[in-house]
T-cell receptor, first 115, second 109 residues
Framework: GAGVSQSPSNKVTEKGKDVELRCDPISGHTALYWYRQSLGQGLEFLIY????????KSGLPSDRFSAERTGGSVSTLTIQRTQQEDSAVYLC?????????????FGEGSWLTVV | EDKVVQSPLSLVVHEGDTVTLNCSYEVTNFRSLLWYKQEKKAPTFLFMLTSSGIEKKSGRLSSILDKKELFSILNITATQTGDSAVYLCAVSGTYKYIFGTGTRLKVLA
């Protein structure tokens, strides 16, 4: 696609429910990133994909968080048994292969509110 | 541990003023430094810097990198109210981008 597409744009869920956030990167981009941004805070790295592999999952806050990428394209971030502290904007970004450091392009984000 | 520090945290200026935003970093295997503008949700790309001393310029915005002293600055001249935003600095190490907490700029009419 023309840009990084994320869905849903807004999600309100009850504490304890599971949520899935979807990211469709720019066509041809092999690298995909998930970041989290809490209100008034900077971007917190969650996970990085190169193709379908995730060489670095170190940013995932707990085992309630998981992510996968299929076909080298779409990625899903799943949060199980959501907690109120999970409320944040979840930003996905993609870039072409990292050689000398490429620009990453962000989607509009998914605003998650856990009530 | 890799880190990126931005200063000031926030800044209020009047239209027409010039501002300088700072970004210092400690990153293993530095590859590039990026500046983004964030107004609502998605950060939008401004500049990518890889070499020291070469100024990147776009309209009233310019940026330069010092790889010896490990910092970059973003300058905005003749500020306008539309420049009000959070400006984010990100540094690429091995593969991931580490972001600073940003500088919140407010330009008053």
């Amino acid at each position: 696609g023309a840009g990084v597409s994320q869905s849903p744009s807004n999600k309100v869920t009850e504490k304890g429910k599971d949520v899935e956030l979807r990211c469709d990167p720019i066509s041809g981009h092999t690298a995909l990133y998930w970041y989290r941004q809490s209100l008034g805070q900077g971007l917190e790295f969650l996970i990085y994909f190169q193709g379908n592999s995730a060489p670095d999952k170190s940013g995932l806050p707990s085992d309630r968080f998981s992510a996968e990428r299929t076909g080298g394209s779409v990625s899903t971030l799943t949060i199980q048994r959501t907690q109120q502290e999970d409320s944040a904007v979840y930003l996905c970004a993609s870039s072409s292969y990292m050689s000398s450091g490429n620009t990453i392009y962000f989607g509009e984000g998914s605003w998650l509110t856990v009530v | 541990e890799d880190k990126v520090v931005q200063s000031p945290l926030s800044l209020v200026v009047h239209e027409g003023d010039t501002v300088t935003l700072n970004c210092s970093y400690e990153v293993t295997n530095f590859r590039s430094l990026l500046w983004y503008k964030q107004e609502k949700k998605a950060p939008t790309f401004l500049f990518m810097l890889t070499s020291s001393g070469i100024e990147k310029k776009s309209g009233r915005l310019s940026s330069i990198l010092d790889k010896k002293e490990l910092f970059s600055i973003l300058n905005i001249t003749a500020t306008q109210t539309g420049d009000s935003a959070v400006y984010l600095c990100a540094v690429s190490g091995t593969y991931k981008y580490i972001f600073g907490t940003g500088t919140r700029l407010k330009v008053l009419a």
